[in-house]
């Protein structure tokens, strides 16, 4: 079931989104050759419950982390680990939840640890550039296939592909809520989107093959052929104005968005 929000609650969301930003910027600052991703674990844990929130991932479905901690072909859904130690060259993808007052917040990032190759940040950029086409397609009266179809259309213009086992999702009171958010797709096809509606859109790119295998331990989820992966996510509002707002992103303005692609092509 899709559940509308109205501003007041969508005002809520946006609180979240805000704390959400401010903890995965400060973990973005501190990653670095050497620590392990358990560091970040406690880290990222401590900042949450400091601001009265509590990490919407620990426990779910028994997960035992506050962050999914994702290296190179790690595509989502990482453990975090004293054992896994960041080498210089690595990328990391961190993914994580936040829930204050009531309501989430869910969003991931790609960082270099490091100086990595030309190829390691051209996949992070793009896999960037595939969520901005794919929110900005996030507009009232627009279907969930103009979303999953521009994040495809970048990904495969750029030589990369789109994992499929995985979507992005609704979000409110609970984390995942419906509907399924498709990052690839048909433009005019699947459910008409409307104001209210609050989904994370989180396009996850392989510069090989989309095809994925679960780790031994029942959550990493990596490229079957080992090749890098990138995964970048935002909660999102569709506003009164029809638009959608990042809530994860504070201060994101589209004209401005719009303007530097115009420029661009
Ligand atoms: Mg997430
Ligand atoms: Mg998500």
Redesign the pocket.
């Known amino acids: 079931m899709i559940t509308i929000k109205n501003a007041e609650q969508i005002a809520k969301m946006r609180e979240a989104g805000a704390l959400l930003y401010e903890v995965l910027q400060k973990l973005r600052e501190v990653v670095r050759p050497g620590m392990n991703t358990m560091e970040l674990d406690v880290y990222a844990q401590r900042l949450i419950r400091q601001h009265h929130a509590e990490p919407s991932f620990l426990g779910y479905e028994g997960f035992p982390g506050s962050i999914c901690a994702s290296p190179d072909d790690m595509v989502v859904h990482g453990i975090p680990s004293e054992t896994m130690v960041l080498r210089e060259g690595s990328i990391l993808s961190i ?1 994580c ?1 936040l829930v204050l007052d009531g309501w989430q917040a ?3 990032l790609t960082v270099p640890v490091g100086e990595v190759s030309a190829e390691a940040l051209r996949l992070i950029a793009v896999t960037e550039e595939c969520f901005f086409a794919g929110a900005r397609a996030a507009v009232a009266g627009n279907r969930l296939g103009d979303i999953g179809s521009a994040v495809q259309t970048v990904a495969e213009r750029n030589g990369y592909s789109v994992v499929r086992d995985l979507t992005g999702h609704g979000i409110g009171r609970e984390m995942h809520e419906d509907p399924a958010v498709f990052n690839f797709g048909t433009p005019g096809h699947g459910l008409r989107m409307r104001s209210g509606m609050t989904i ?1 859109i ?1 396009p996850m790119i392989s510069a090989g093959t989309w095809r994925v295998q679960t780790d031994d331990d029942g959550w990493g989820v990596r490229t079957a052929d080992g090749s890098l992966a990138s995964h970048y ?1 935002h909660t999102l509002a569709i506003g009164e104005d029809g638009l959608p707002e990042l809530l994860t992103l504070p201060g994101f303005s589209w004209a401005a968005w719009d303007a530097q692609q115009a420029k661009g092509e």
Do not use: I
């Open positions: 993914d939840g869910d969003s991931a994370a989180e996510e």
